[in-house]
């Protein structure tokens, strides 16, 4: 039987539509949700990722400011831009385009930043609350597969969810969802033993190894459902993910594609969480 293809563009089209309606709600009571999104340098993969986010924003009606520091800026100058806007009650949330130049250490930034305006999820504070169940922001990409899990009916309770790689942005904050949603739950990473003999034993395989192609039918039992978080592009300069398409999808019950999988949904859950810090701020949640 063909495998049901999971519907990224479907799906984040649908929370975009639910995120327009939060947004004209909180017009009304005169709330303007704001993200602002600094950009440091002009790498030319980081300008197509800050433009889709502005996109997102003028459909959703959420207010866009950007700034674009050149490449030599100092950590100090950027974090005084952070801390700036942690002070502007306008901006409800404030996001860093990742990768920084060399000399700006990642975490120092994603300590900068307010809790309460990290739409990225990345504060230490976000990040550990989701660890012990409390409320927080979430990160996006994780937190959208698990929406294209949930609204495509895969029940994760008492599942065996296997999440292949350990990243802080991803793996992790994934392999804390699905436990969250009582999967039970198996880390992966390049230092596995037997790593097949792992993934094999999944229900649910969330690929995020970086590695075009790497996963192939060899890595997972016959009607697992596999989310593949890679994006590269090819030899021909097509995108394709972590999973070997062809050669996984005749085998599994439902899987995401590359493109139109799980790259909009991270978009689509930065715009949710950006309604979620402004009603936050508002006093409306
Ligand atoms: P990352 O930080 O490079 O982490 C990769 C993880 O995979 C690491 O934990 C690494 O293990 C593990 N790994 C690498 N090679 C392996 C192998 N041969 N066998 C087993 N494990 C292996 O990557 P990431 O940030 O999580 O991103 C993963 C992919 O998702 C990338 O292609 C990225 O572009 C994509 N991505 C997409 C979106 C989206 O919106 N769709 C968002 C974020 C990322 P160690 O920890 O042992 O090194």
Do not use: W
């Amino acid at each position: 039987m063909a495998p049901v293809l999971i519907d990224g563009k479907k799906i984040s089209a649908q929370i975009k539509e639910e995120v327009k309606e939060e947004v004209l709600l909180l017009q009304q009571r005169g709330v303007a949700p704001c993200l602002a999104v600094i950009q440091v340098g002009d790498d030319p993969a980081s300008s197509i990722y800050v433009r889709n986010k502005r996109k997102a924003c003028e459909y959703t009606g959420i207010r866009f400011v950007d700034y674009l520091l050149p490449e030599d800026t100092d950590q100090r100058t950027l974090l005084a831009r952070i801390q700036s806007l942690n002070e502007d009650a306008s901006v409800h949330g404030i996001l860093v385009q990742l990768p920084l130049p060399e000399g700006i250490d990642e975490k120092t930034v994603a300590r900068a930043i307010l809790p309460s305006k990290d739409v990225d999820g990345f504060h230490p504070a976000n990040a550990g609350a989701l660890f012990l169940g409390e409320k927080g922001f979430i990160s996006c990409t994780p937190a959208g597969i698990l929406q294209l899990l949930n609204r495509s009916g895969i029940e994760i309770e008492g599942k065996e969810c296997v999440v292949l790689g350990r990243s802080n942005n991803v793996g992790k904050p994934m392999a804390a969802l699905l436990l969250q949603e009582n999967g039970t739950v198996t880390i992966t990473h390049s230092r596995t033993r037997n790593l097949r003999e792992v993934t094999r034993r999944a229900d649910i395989l969330v690929v995020a190894v970086g590695k075009p192609r790497l996963v192939d039918d060899t890595y997972m039992k016959e009607g697992a459902v596999v989310i593949d978080v890679g994006i590269h592009r090819n030899e021909d300069n097509k995108l394709c993910g972590d999973v070997d398409f062809e050669k996984v999808a005749p085998k599994c019950s439902a899987i995401t594609p590359v493109p139109g999988g799980v790259g909009p949904m991270t978009v689509a859950m930065l715009m949710k969480n950006c309604v979620k810090a402004a009603e936050e701020a508002a006093g409306c949640r």
